[in-house]
C-alpha cells in the first residue's frame, strides 16, 4: 500500500503555483505554512486575500485560512516536508538564474532536524535537484544528503513539476497526472505521499533529473509547434495570403492539427524552460532554439507593421488590447503583447498609444514610463483609436461590437475578429 503523508509543510513562495499548492493541501486537512519574501504577499494570504487573479483561487485561499489550516509568514518554520516554489527566470545568455532557489535553500537548511522531505516544484534544468542536495550537504554536513549516501538519507529530495494551464490551475493540480522524480526510489516516494494528499491522476515515480528535463520537453514541444504557426504566419503575410484560412484548411487533414498563430509566446513556462534545454545541451538543440527564436522575434514583426502603417497617419491613435501574456489571467509575465506595445511606443514616440486590458490596474514600468501610453477602457480606446492592435483573446474583446471597429486599420494578431 502506499504511504500517506501526516505532518506540516512549509511551502516557499506564494506565486501562481505555490499559493494553490498550499491551498489544496490545506483544504485536504495538512497544516500549511506559506511563506514569501514579499510582506505583502503574506498580509494578503493571512487575512484570506489573493495577490493575483486566478479562478476558484481566493474561495481556496478564504477556506483553507478559517479552517486555521492555512498560515503565512514571511520566515521558514521548523516543518515535516518543504516544498520550493519560487521563481527561475533566465539570465542574459539564457542560461537558468537559481539564485532564488538558492536563496530558498539557504533558509530551510537551519530549520532541518533528519527525516524531512524537500521537493524542488520551480522549472529547472536537468541536475538542479541533485545541485541542491549538495548545497544542503555543505550547509548542513551533519545530515546525510541522497546525493552522498547509498542508504537511508536524512533528508529527502525530489522534484515534482507542476503542469498546469492558468485559468484552470485550481483545477489541474488535482486533476493532471503528476510527475515525481526523487535522488533516489525511497526520495520519490517519500515526496509521492504529499501529493497523493490532492492529486487524483496517476503520479509516475522516475528519478530528478527526468522529471526535470520532463518538464522542459512537455514546454518546448508546445513551443516548437507554435513557432511553427508563428512562421507561416510570417510567410503567409509576404504572400499576401490569410493564414487563418491555410490553417483551415490544412487542419482538415486528418493527421494534421497546427495551432493558431499569435504576438508571440509569452508566460513563464514556454518562454522560458526551452532555454534551459538550450543551455544543457546547445550544440544539439538546433531546433529548439530555432523555435525560440521565431516566437522571440514576433513582436518585433507586429510592432514593425504596425508602424508602417502608422506611417499615414500625421499624429496616429493607437489602442492595443491586452497587455497579459494570454486570455483572461493577470499575468504579465514575458507578455508578448507587454513587448509589442513597447515596441511601438519606442518607434512612434508622436503617437498616442491607450493599453487596455480588464486584468491590468496599472501599466508596467517600462511603459508607465513613457509619456505617450496611458491605460484605457477598451470602448473609449477605439472609439478614439486610428489603429486598433488586438494582442489578447480576453473575453471582454471577444464581446466587443464590430461596429465600433468601422473606418479604424485593424491588426487581429489572434484570429479573434476573424473568427
Partial sequence: ?????????????????????????????????????????????????????????????????????????????????????????????????????????????????????????????????????????????????????????????AHCPERVLPGRIMVEMITNDRVVGGISPRCAEKAAAIYRVFCQGEILLTDAASAEMAKLVENSYRDVNIAFANELSLICDSLQLDVWEVIRMANRHPRVNILTPGPGVGGHCIAVDPWFIVGAAPGLSKLIKVAREVNDSKPHHVAAQVARRAARFRDPVIACLGLTFKANVD?????????????????????????????????????????????????????????????????????????????????????????
Avoid at 521537493?119 to 544528503?145: A, F, H, K
Avoid at 490596474?361 to 505617450?372: G, T
Avoid at 473575453?395 to 476573424?418: H, I, P
Fill in 1 to 157: 500500500m502506499s504511504a500517506t503523508f501526516s505532518g506540516r509543510v512549509a511551502v516557499v513562495g506564494l506565486g501562481y503555483i505555490g499559493l494553490p499548492t498550499a491551498v489544496v493541501l490545506a483544504t485536504r486537512g495538512v497544516d500549511v505554512v506559506g511563506v514569501d519574501v514579499n510582506p505583502a504577499t503574506v498580509d494578503a494570504v493571512e487575512h484570506g486575500q489573493v495577490p493575483f487573479v486566478e479562478p476558484d483561487l481566493a474561495v481556496g485561499v478564504t477556506g483553507a485560512v478559517a479552517m486555521g489550516r492555512l498560515k503565512a509568514t514571511t520566515e521558514v518554520p521548523s516543518a515535516d516536508a518543504y516544498i520550493i516554489a519560487v521563481p527561475t527566470p533566465f539570465n542574459p545568455d539564457h542560461t537558468a538564474d537559481l539564485s532564488y532557489v538558492r536563496s530558498a535553500v539557504e533558509s530551510v537548511a537551519p530549520k532541518l532536524r533528519g527525516g524531512e522531505v524537500v521537493v524542488i516544484e520551480s522549472t529547472s534544468p536537468p541536475g538542479t535537484t541533485e545541485t541542491v542536495s549538495r548545497w544542503l550537504g555543505e550547509l548542513r554536513p551533519d545530515l546525510r544528503m541522497p546525493h552522498a549516501t547509498e542508504g537511508i538519507p536524512d533528508v529527502f529530495l
Fill in 331 to 419: 499575468d504579465v509575465r514575458e507578455s508578448p503583447a507587454r513587448e509589442v506595445v513597447s515596441l511601438i511606443a519606442e518607434s512612434l514616440p508622436d503617437a498616442e498609444i491607450m493599453v487596455c486590458d480588464p486584468y491590468v490596474e496599472e501599466l508596467p514600468r517600462e511603459l508607465a514610463d513613457r509619456s505617450n501610453v496611458r491605460l484605457q477602457r477598451a470602448t473609449a480606446a477605439i472609439t478614439g483609436a486610428d489603429i486598433v492592435v488586438m494582442l489578447v483573446e480576453h473575453d471582454q474583446f471577444r464581446a466587443l461590437s464590430r461596429n465600433l471597429l468601422e473606418g479604424k486599420v485593424v491588426f487581429d494578431t489572434q484570429g479573434v475578429l476573424r473568427r
